[in-house]
């Protein structure tokens, strides 16, 4: 199922969508209360056009993209 996992992201059938993880709540944090990087920025970017790709696909698809990115963030929280 999942093809590649790297900080930010999981790569899974031919998509590549943040991970719902330890940075980006960080990167929520500092969002609204500190500065960000152009990096974050982009990440920050990625997420939000993930969340209107959810929004717009069939209940299907959002179903598994959300299995898939509770898997990978379930499997990064146990390799800490």
């Known amino acids: ?3 590649k996992q790297t900080k930010n992201y999981t790569l899974f059938d031919g998509m590549c969508w ?9 990167l929520e944090w500092k969002l609204r209360y500190s500065t960000v990087t ?3 920025q982009l990440i920050i ?4 056009q993930s969340y209107k790709a959810l929004v717009f ?7 598994y993209v959300c299995s898939v990115l509770k898997e990978a ?4 929280a146990s390799n800490d």
């Open 18 to 26: 943040p991970t719902p993880n330890a940075a980006t709540s960080e």
């Open 73 to 76: 963030a379930r499997q990064e």
């Open 45 to 48: 970017a990625s997420v939000i």
């Open 57 to 63: 696909s069939t209940q299907k698809k959002r179903n």
């Open 38 to 40: 152009r990096e974050e």
């Open 1 to 3: 199922m999942i093809e």
